[in-house]
């Protein structure tokens, strides 16, 4: 027991001490038990001595006791240590008065008529000295325990209340040396282990149930299992019967027979009765309240429609209020905050106070404990114990300005979806037990409520939303295409008037060119030349236009990408050829489905390659790669030019950057503007790495698509 308490990492040092020696006094007596199991393994003397130790480890035991409730509770230590003084002092004196160590330190007198013998004087000090420790430890905990309020705490003391009976039980039963009645000796020593082993478990947690509600269940159980017992002996006992009377010449198949028959009618016995008697001892000892009950059906009647959580916490506030008398009740839902925090956002309230939010850390005892334990918090257990002693000063002032005695967690399974904060009853007085049991009828009651009211009330702030962003993207797309309908228009119309004035000037320069003015003629050709030039950017203008025009609508549908990748190969075999780049292609991945239009996909990964390979050098080599990241599905194009030099590398995908190949000026033109608004069309991404002098790698990256 000593080690299990230093692995519960007690805290309180000088606690473990105290208790520890408690306990080894009392495993010194135990110990002395066994010196009349020895036979002649264990000489005379080691008997008579070991058997004095005995004696006296008995006593220290009840005076380490009281030694040890004076660090564990918080009680006066005037009457305390008075009572512990006068222990030790009997302790003392019982020593030489003992005559088994002392013999005839004074003669035999008589007092009132009665012969009065060393050993009498010796036994009353004795018995003294360790009932008075008991009586002293017993009535200093019963006051405190008198005076506390149902609290996690209090369950301690009460069970604390539970080791001091269990050891004056034991030490009675010790104090019985009668020559050859062993027995007594040998129950002390087992309701000395039972009340060391409840004092262990009430010092290493302090989150024990109620004592009482324990003691029900356990007679419960103890009962049912007496009962069962005395069936099963009865049904043994016939079984046994039974046979020694069948005829000697009855066959063995028939006694086997008979041990089926009976065999099957004890399992049909046994059925039918131990759910009765489950039962039965269940409402006997641990008996259902009136008032659940009627929470129970007033709840369901009123619940018909599920409200909105603002108004389900109203009602149950008013049920709250009608069964347990309080007009101090909030409600607040729990939300999980970054980092493990628990936020506590208020719901409703009796008193329609404003209340404000509290975030609690996850360090935060107060947040661990409502996460993990389903029984009430008591305020009186976060003022005083000593897991609630590393709370943040911040978090203890809310608490204490909110002037709340009991916080009950709702549960709905494992998850913490609510607290409900009470205070004192209209009556000044605490809540008891019967109001626990009636508080989690009804915290049992609302918490599934609470939380299908939570979810109902999120979906339809999601579905409120999402409407209002489909409307916002209804009007935008009809504003697109208006806009790109306008386009088209302007395009339309623009095209043919930037084309008139060239096609004039070209009908004027053809008349000039027929003179035969050697200076009309130098004129006419250098006018044709500045024509050409000017109007060879407008086409580009118009005939990019075009193109654009070409983007407004996209046919979705399931496509391969590898399929993409080796068509548009084919479609460039022939320009590859011309250069002597060799392209290869690897698919790294089986799934390489993704959802877009098919059209645009090949125009996109042509415009890609066909940079890849106009860009090479004579005999290079365009690595094709198709595989899976993460969720997306990607087309990384290699290869082994010249590269783009890095200030150039931004300007790529807006069709403005010019790219230098052998010395020669080479433009990418829109290609890779067209590939990046067609990627980005289909929900995906593009990218671009490249080293000046040692090739480049585009990416198209695309929404994986799992075909069903």
């Given at each position: 027991m000593i080690v299990y308490l230093w692995r519960a990492r007690l805290k309180r040092r000088p606690l473990f001490f105290r208790w520890s020696l408690t306990l080894l006094s009392a495993a010194v007596w135990a110990s002395s038990v066994i010196r009349f199991f020895g036979g002649n393994n264990f000489s005379v003397n080691l008997i008579y001595s070991w058997g004095i130790v005995g004696n006296y480890a008995l006593s220290l035991t009840a005076v380490l006791l009281?030694?040890?409730?004076?660090?564990?509770?918080?009680?006066?230590?005037?009457?305390?240590?008075?009572?512990?003084?006068?222990?030790?002092?009997?302790?003392?004196?019982?020593?030489p008065l003992d005559p088994n160590i002392w013999p005839n330190v004074f003669s035999n007198f008589?007092?009132?008529?009665?012969?009065?013998?060393?050993?009498?004087?010796?036994?009353?000090?004795?018995?003294?000295?360790?009932?008075?420790?008991?009586?002293?430890?017993?009535?200093?905990?019963?006051?405190?325990?008198?005076?506390?309020?149902?609290?996690?705490?209090?369950?301690?003391?009460?069970?604390?209340?539970?080791?001091?009976?269990?050891?004056?039980?034991?030490?009675?039963?010790?104090?019985?040396?009668?020559?050859?009645?062993?027995?007594?000796?040998?129950?002390?020593?087992?309701?000395?282990?039972?009340?060391?082993?409840?004092?262990?478990?009430?010092l290493a947690s302090t989150t024990l149930p109620d004592l009482q509600l324990s003691v029900r269940q356990l007679l419960s159980r103890v009962v049912s299992g007496l009962i069962v017992f005395g069936l099963t002996w009865g049904a043994l006992t016939l079984l046994v019967r039974a046979v020694r009377n069948l005829p000697e010449n009855t066959p063995q198949n028939g006694e086997i027979l008979l041990l089926l028959v009976a065999a099957a009618l004890f399992m049909g016995l046994f059925t039918l009765v131990n759910h009765f008697i489950t039962q039965l001892s269940s409402r006997i000892f641990v008996p259902n309240t009136m008032g659940q009950e009627m929470v129970t059906e007033e709840f369901s009647n009123a619940v018909g429609n599920l409200p909105e959580p603002g108004q389900l916490g109203q009602l149950f506030l008013r049920l709250v209020q009608a069964n347990l008398a309080t007009d101090e009740a909030w409600l607040f839902t729990t939300d999980d905050g970054p980092a493990g925090r628990l936020i506590l956002r208020?719901?409703?309230?009796?008193?329609?106070?404003?209340?404000?939010?509290?975030?609690?850390?996850?360090?935060?005892?107060?947040?661990?404990?409502?996460?993990?334990?389903?029984?009430?918090?008591?305020?009186?257990?976060?003022?005083?114990?000593?897991?609630?002693?590393?709370?943040?000063?911040?978090?203890?002032?809310?608490?204490?300005?909110?002037?709340?005695?009991?916080?009950?967690?709702?549960?709905?399974?494992?998850?913490?979806?609510?607290?409900?904060?009470?205070?004192?009853?209209?009556?000044?007085?605490?809540?008891?037990?019967?109001?626990?049991?009636?508080?989690?009828?009804?915290?049992?009651?609302?918490?599934?409520?609470?939380?299908?009211?939570?979810?109902?009330?999120?979906l339809r702030q999601i579905n409120e939303y999402v409407f209002r962003q489909n409307q916002t993207l209804t009007r935008d797309k009809q504003h697109l295409q208006e806009l790109v309908a306008l386009y088209s228009q302007f395009v339309d119309l623009i095209?043919?008037?930037?084309?008139?004035?060239?096609?004039?000037?070209?009908?004027?320069?053809?008349?000039l060119q027929t003179k035969e003015d050697a200076t009309t003629l130098k004129l006419a050709s250098q006018i044709d030349q500045q024509i050409s030039e000017i109007k060879l950017p407008i086409e580009k203008l118009i005939n990019i236009s075009s193109r654009i025009q070409m983007r407004n609508a996209f046919n979705f549908q399931i496509v391969r990408l590898d399929e993409v990748a080796q068509q548009v190969i084919r479609n460039l075999r022939t320009m590859a050829e011309a250069r002597r780049v060799v392209v290869e292609f690897n698919a790294t991945t089986p799934y390489t489905t993704v959802l877009g239009d098919e059209d645009q996909l090949l125009e996109a990964a042509q415009h890609v390659l066909h940079n890849a390979i106009k860009f090479n050098k004579i005999g290079g080599v365009v690595q094709v790669e198709c595989g899976l990241a993460g969720n997306d599905l990607y087309l990384r194009m290699v290869d082994?030019?010249?590269?783009?030099?890095?200030?150039?590398?931004?300007?790529?995908?807006?069709?403005?950057?010019?790219?230098?190949?052998?010395?020669?000026?080479?433009?990418?033109?829109?290609?890779?503007?067209?590939?990046k608004f067609i990627v980005m069309a289909h929900g995906g991404r593009v990218d671009a790495q490249s080293k000046y002098g040692a090739g480049s790698v585009f990416t198209i990256y695309l929404p994986v698509h799992f075909a069903d």
């Open positions: 009281l030694y040890t409730t004076l660090t564990f509770l918080p009680i006066p230590r005037g009457f305390g240590q008075i009572g512990l003084t006068l222990s030790l002092l009997l302790w003392g004196i019982s020593i008589t007092l009132l008529g009665q012969s009065i013998r060393q050993f009498d004087i010796w036994a009353s000090v004795w018995i003294a000295s360790w009932v008075l420790p008991t009586v002293a430890t017993w009535m200093l905990t019963q006051k405190l325990n008198s005076n506390l309020p149902p609290s996690l705490f209090r369950n301690q003391v009460q069970y604390w209340l539970l080791v001091v009976l269990l050891l004056a039980l034991g030490s009675g039963l010790g104090s019985v040396q009668q020559p050859g009645q062993l027995g007594w000796q040998q129950a002390g020593v087992l309701v000395v282990m039972l009340a060391a082993l409840t004092g262990t478990i009430s208020p719901l409703a309230s009796l008193d329609n106070r404003a209340l404000s939010s509290l975030t609690l850390s996850k360090s935060s005892p107060v947040n661990q404990f409502l996460r993990q334990n389903h029984v009430p918090l008591v305020q009186y257990d976060v003022d005083t114990l000593e897991k609630f002693a590393q709370l943040p000063e911040a978090e203890r002032t809310s608490l204490d300005n909110w002037r709340r005695i009991l916080y009950k967690p709702l549960h709905a399974g494992d998850s913490l979806i609510g607290v409900l904060a009470l205070g004192l009853k209209t009556s000044g007085g605490t809540y008891d037990q019967p109001d626990y049991d009636l508080l989690d009828s009804m915290a049992r009651q609302i918490s599934p409520l609470l939380a299908q009211a939570k979810n109902i009330t999120s095209s043919p008037e930037l084309r008139r004035p060239f096609n004039t000037l070209t009908r004027e320069v053809q008349q082994t030019g010249v590269g783009i030099p890095p200030e150039r590398l931004e300007d790529i995908w807006s069709g403005l950057a010019k790219l230098k190949a052998n010395g020669n000026g080479r433009s990418a033109g829109m290609g890779l503007a067209l590939t």
